[in-house]
């Protein structure tokens, strides 16, 4: 983890509520996909953390949804503000375990940390599916980009005004792959681990103090003792949930 | 310029010690920075049984300032020692301060007893916000007389200092203050949280799981200081001050209100580099505000 100033070089529109941001600057502490920032904003006292959709040492891709005053006034910024980021938080994903044939199910404003996971796992040769969440067509993001990777994508909307209609279990639950990562709301985590029939990890939020391991404000159980969300995690192995 | 104070017969070699909750065991921030620069820093709130704490959500956003629920989420008194403070000793070589919780007077006892065997403890600071279980959920520190009955009972067991710390949740702080002094205290620390809480307007019902939290952060900081002002006036121990600490400047006012050191909260926590900024700005700020020895400051304002 890294504290550092980063500039904004982008700030767009791509769906309903939702931007998409790059940013320029010392990124080097990002290593891994599923990991996250926290971000300070002028006028909020807490950081607020987003996850990282692509990366490289010295950039960072961020897709946010405006839900509340801190992602309002994200939305807000212009190329050449500069933003005080601590980078390079939480475990992210383990992508040794994927197995030839991992799933990738991405729901709303957590489809975002997906795209770097399904970058590197095609990378490596993986047949990669992805399932992207969505309530209507006016949300939706990533597909052609997720396509660009080489990845199998398929789409759905819980009002069927684009993609297949209804959720993504509906979709999952007719694939056969070897391993999945998941990210997501509440909801739809609880529903994917119902149907799942392999190993895998899921990406969770908390409402995070610190967003680096020292207030204890993130913490939940596992069967392996308690975890920090912000630092054990985002990821957890599905073995090691208590739902 | 001098900014070394000495804090219950310890000499520290600045005045600025992250406060307890926010500091965790200390070497989350030994990757930010040497933690060795502090003056000292408490560590979490320990009790004798390891606990899990509150539900979450436990943190909120306020104005100024965040609620927090943890509940005094910590491994227990024995991890803390044959894990935590092991594992400190690599990273951190001057003494710490060991914050104390408990739910009953030989829940105290017992953890500082445990805790006075340690060579890496230099203090014992005594958190005694906590609600007494025999006491109707009363917390041992709104009440004079309990307050004092903690304070004597932990003194017996330790040959460390030991700094009460106070919660600003009472009517006569100096009150509070004096009985623990009465009672043995070597110093008063204050002030823990003051009780808030948020509603989240979509659900309609308290955001935080515990529905109450601590406020802490800038928007309690007139109040600690005044607090601070109040208890120096009573006793003749030292004084920690804190609440809403960010700047030198912040330091400086609470030196001035009394208070012989000062402890930084929820600052680490928004900006990891918080103390290390503010031991490095206390030197120009002491020369902008003519002070030579920061020792000499204390209680100035009287
Ligand atoms: C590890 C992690 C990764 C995330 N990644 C993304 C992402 O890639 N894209 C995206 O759109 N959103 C993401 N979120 C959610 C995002 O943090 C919140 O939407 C954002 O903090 C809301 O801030 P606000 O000021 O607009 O809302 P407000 O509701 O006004 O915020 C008030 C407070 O609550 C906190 N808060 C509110 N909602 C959440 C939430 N869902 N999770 C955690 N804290 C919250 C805020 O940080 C702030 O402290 C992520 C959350 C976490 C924990
Ligand atoms: C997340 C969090 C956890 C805390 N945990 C403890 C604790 O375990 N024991 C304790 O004595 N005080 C605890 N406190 C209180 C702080 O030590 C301090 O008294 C208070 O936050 C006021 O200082 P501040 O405004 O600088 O944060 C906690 C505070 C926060 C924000
Ligand atoms: S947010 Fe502070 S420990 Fe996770």
């Known amino acids: 983890m890294n504290e550092t100033v980063l500039r904004v070089t982008s700030n767009k529109k791509i769906a309903l509520n939702t931007y998409l941001m790059k940013l320029d600057g010392d990124c080097s502490a990002v290593t891994v996909p599923g990991q996250f920032v926290n971000i300070s904003l002028s006028g909020f006292y807490l950081r607020r953390p987003i996850s990282v959709c692509d990366y490289t040492s010295d950039s960072v891709t961020l897709i946010y949804k405006v839900v509340g005053g801190g992602t309002a006034l994200m939305s807000e910024l212009q190329p050449g503000a500069k933003l005080n980021v601590l980078t390079g938080l939480g475990n992210g994903y383990d992508d040794t375990l994927s197995g030839g044939r991992p799933l990738l199910v991405g729901g709303g404003a957590g489809v975002p940390p997906l795209y770097s996971l399904a970058k590197k796992l095609t990378a490596q040769g993986k047949k990669v599916m992805i399932i992207l969440g969505f309530n209507t067509a006016d949300e939706v993001f990533g597909e052609e980009e997720f396509r660009e990777t080489g990845a199998e994508v398929f789409l759905t909307t819980v009002d069927g005004s684009a993609g297949t209609k209804g959720f993504v279990t509906d979709v999952m639950k007719e694939l056969d792959y070897t391993y999945f990562y998941t990210c997501g709301p509440m909801p739809m985590l609880r ?53 | 310029m001098v900014t070394s104070v000495e804090l219950c017969g310890i000499k520290i070699d600045n005045p600025v010690i992250p406060a307890s909750g926010t500091f965790g065991y200390g070497y989350e921030f030994a990757e930010f920075y040497d933690i060795n620069k502090l003056g000292t820093f408490s560590f979490k709130g320990t009790t004798r049984e390891p606990r899990f704490g509150n539900e979450t959500p436990r943190i909120a956003e306020c104005a100024s300032g965040m609620l927090n629920a943890v509940g005094l989420q910590n491994p227990g008194v024995e991890s803390v020692i044959n894990n935590e403070l092991p594992k400190l000793k690599n990273v951190f070589s001057k003494p710490v301060m060991a914050n104390v919780s408990g739910f009953s007077i030989e829940d105290y006892v017992y953890t500082c007893a445990r805790l006075d065997g340690q060579e890496q403890v230099g203090w014992i600071e005594v958190n005694i916000s906590c609600p007494n279980v025999h006491g109707a959920g009363m917390s041992f520190g709104t009440d004079a007389e309990s307050a004092a009955q903690v304070t004597r009972a932990v003194k017996e067991v330790t040959d460390k200092p030991v700094i009460i710390k106070l919660s600003p949740k009472v009517t006569n702080i100096a009150r509070i203050a004096s009985a623990c002094e009465d009672a043995g205290a070597d110093g008063i620390s204050l002030i823990n949280t003051l009780l808030g809480m948020k509603i989240d307007l979509k659900t309609r019902r308290p955001l935080l799981a515990n529905k109450t939290g601590g406020l802490s952060g800038p928007a309690v900081k007139p109040v600690a200081l005044r607090m601070v002002y109040q208890v120096f006036e009573a006793v003749s121990i030292p004084i920690v001050g804190m609440g809403g600490i960010a700047s030198a400047e912040d330091v400086i006012e609470f030196m001035l209100a009394g208070a012989t050191a000062v402890e930084v909260g929820a600052q680490n926590l928004i900006d990891p580099y918080a103390c290390p900024r503010i031991i490095d700005d206390l030197p120009q700020i002491m020369q902008k505000y003519g002070i030579d020895d920061l020792s000499e400051i204390i209680g100035g304002a009287h």
């Open chain 1, 191 to 243: 529903a994917v681990d119902g149907i799942a029939v392999t190993d895998g990890q899921f990406s969770f939020e908390e409402r995070m103090g610190c967003g680096f391991g020292a207030c204890m404000g993130c913490s939940c159980k596992t069967k392996y003792g308690y975890k920090r969300i912000c630092r054990d995690g985002p990821v957890l192995k599905r073995e090691e949930i208590v739902w």
